[in-house]
């Protein structure tokens, strides 16, 4: 008799993910990954307690597909490193639209915590460029993110084909208008 195949968890998770980019988010369950293991659900209940430890598990490993593109996109250096993130958080959306859903897209009622660490990261270059307050720049990043957020969303649902370059004009953009209006109040708060 041969041995038995041993299925890791890291193979649980890689399996979710791949199921995740090619069915979307539904195909977290453990018949889905049982079959595209060639296992049982024994293997899976035996690594995870629960399917939403599975779940947890497989949006950290998604979240790690996305850090992947940030890094990228911050080190080919055609954007500022405040845009990039920027245009990452686009390109993600564009060319893994599942994965993109299940990170950005999904009901997040009864979660902790909203923001992620490149929240705060983005909001501390604000800060830095800007000289304004951490406050300040949560507010203008917040405000901007929509706006990416929103670009993102049209390019994962195939709501509305964008072009690249004008993609970046507009991130652009909204970022110069924010940051101006911005700017011209702390100037007139400053003046008063």
Known sequence: MPPKVK????????????LVRVNGDHAINARAIASALGCSTQPIFSNFATMEELREATIKAVY???????????E???????????MAYIRFAKEEKELFKL???????????WVSPDF?????????ANGMTMEKARFM???IWTCVHGIGTMLATSFLPLEWDLISGMVTDVY???RTRHLSEETKDGCN
């Open 120 to 128: 705060e990261e983005s909001a501390q270059m604000i800060m830095n």
């Open 141 to 143: 990043h917040l405000e």
């Open 7 to 18: 299925i890791t968890k890291a193979q649980i998770i890689d399996t979710a993910v791949e």
């Open 176 to 178: 110069q208008g924010i």
């Open 64 to 74: 790690e597909i996305y850090r992947g593109f940030l890094k990228r996109e911050v």
């Open 76 to 86: 080919s250096g055609e954007y500022p490193k405040y845009k990039a993130f920027g």
């Open 103 to 113: 990170l950005f897209m999904r009901d997040r009622t009864g979660e902790d915590e």
